[in-house]
């Protein structure tokens, strides 16, 4: 049973920045993706970025390159920890963020929230212009 928890969620201004982090425990020992969705109200989800274990391959959305960094910790464990780096916050990253984790297979391409197993209650980042 995969567990995640996100945190660090927030309210900052425009250009601001932020770091979620989601805690993941269950995971088995071997391949596996792990990413980042964002929803925000009338919209669909949409793949921020993912990750790869092993290897720690990397995915980010066009919108955010440049600005935001995904990362994790890298020994093999059935516990861990990624992270979301948000830099230069603009009101349309806006959203609900949440982990998710796709398990015998590494990441490829742009994710789809189909894709993914496990999901996390998600933790609100909120930019204001």
């Known amino acids: 049973q995969v567990n995640l928890v996100e945190s660090g969620g927030g309210s900052v201004q425009a250009g601001g920045s932020l770091t979620l982090s989601c805690e993941a425990s269950?995971?088995?020992?071997?391949?596996?993706?792990l990413g980042w969705f964002r929803q925000a109200p009338g919209k669909e989800r949409e793949g921020v970025a993912t990750?790869?274990?092993?290897?720690?391959?990397?995915?980010?959305?066009e919108s955010v390159k440049g600005r935001f960094t995904i990362s994790q910790d890298e020994a093999p464990s059935s516990m861990k920890m990624m992270y979301l780096r948000m830099n230069h916050l603009k009101p349309e990253d806006t959203a609900k963020y949440y982990c998710?984790?796709?398990?015998?297979?590494?990441?490829?391409?742009?994710?789809?929230?189909?894709?993914?197993?496990?999901w996390g209650q998600g933790t609100q980042a909120t930019v204001s212009s």
């Open positions: 998710a984790a796709a398990l015998g297979r590494l990441c490829s391409g742009g994710p789809q929230a189909n894709e993914f197993s496990w």
């Open positions: 269950g995971l088995p020992i071997s391949k596996h993706c």
């Open positions: 990750i790869s274990w092993p290897g720690s391959r990397t995915y980010l959305h």
